[in-house]
């Protein structure tokens, strides 16, 4: 399976990251995750392209994490693309109702499947087996971690967790116990007085004595800026013993 960091941003923006958005690709099959502002657009410079993406997983409703949803759904319409599925929390349904809405005219020029899921329960997407975690953030949360369907591995084994939006604790850092990679927020940096999001060492804490090969720092707010490398070390003094890596858009790895 390959993984695309699309987006690596935050509510607040800057040139070099678009908001939050993950391509999955397994086989012939992709999986969006998340699609915040610049999603779309970042798509445009993958093979995949928006024509490609099938299925898109929610973490959350924030408007960074689904701001390009309607302009994915109208350029798939566009495109002569008849279809998409939608999944996510608890409200997913409602989000979607109320989007369209305000945006009548898109109504039924795309037909959608939307699937609501729970914490704890194990479903497929987009050629992937995936299993929720609730999250601790302001508004309810997936993390999720993910196992090529047919792989042989269940989804609780996958190799790879996304954290969603949520602060670091162990209860999350159980969940993604034994991944291979680990895209974790971490949007801001020490010193700063936040809460729903981690700061490094916070994270650092929270993933001590894990076996995780590799954590990828995304979600990154403008002051983290000029800071990844300070960050990084942070998380590594706090106690966490894998590789450390700060997120970009673009990034694309194998696992």
Known sequence: MHVTFLGTGSAMPVPERAQTGLLLEHDDRTLLVDCGSGILRRLTNTEVGYEGVGTVLLTHHHL??????????????????????????????????????????????????IREVSAGETFS???????????????????YRFAPEDGGVDAADGPFTFSGDSEAFRGLASFADGSRVLAHDCSF???????????????????????????????????????????????????????????????????
Not at 71 to 93: H, M, N, S, V
Not at 137 to 142: A, E, G, R, T
Not at 198 to 226: C, F, K, M, R, S
Request: a negative charge.
């Open 125 to 143: 997407a987009g050629g992937f087996d995936v299993v929720g975690r609730e999250t601790r953030h302001s508004k309810p949360c997936l993390a």
């Open 64 to 113: 960074d994490h689904v701001a390009d949803l309607l302009p994915l759904i109208k350029a798939r319409w566009l495109a002569g693309e008849e279809f998409l599925q939608i999944i996510g929390p608890t409200g997913t349904k409602e989000l979607i109702d109320g989007l369209l809405g305000v945006h009548e005219y898109l109504d039924g020029r795309c037909e959608l499947a």
């Open 189 to 255: 940096p020490d010193g700063v007085d936040v809460s729903n999001h981690p700061n490094p060492t916070q994270l650092g804490e929270a993933l001590a004595g894990t076996d995780v090969d590799h954590l990828y720092l995304t979600h990154l707010y403008p002051i983290t800026g000029g800071k990844e490398e300070e960050m990084v070390e942070s998380v590594t003094n706090a106690g966490f013993e894998g590789d450390v890596g700060v997120a970009q858009d673009g990034l694309r790895f194998e696992l």
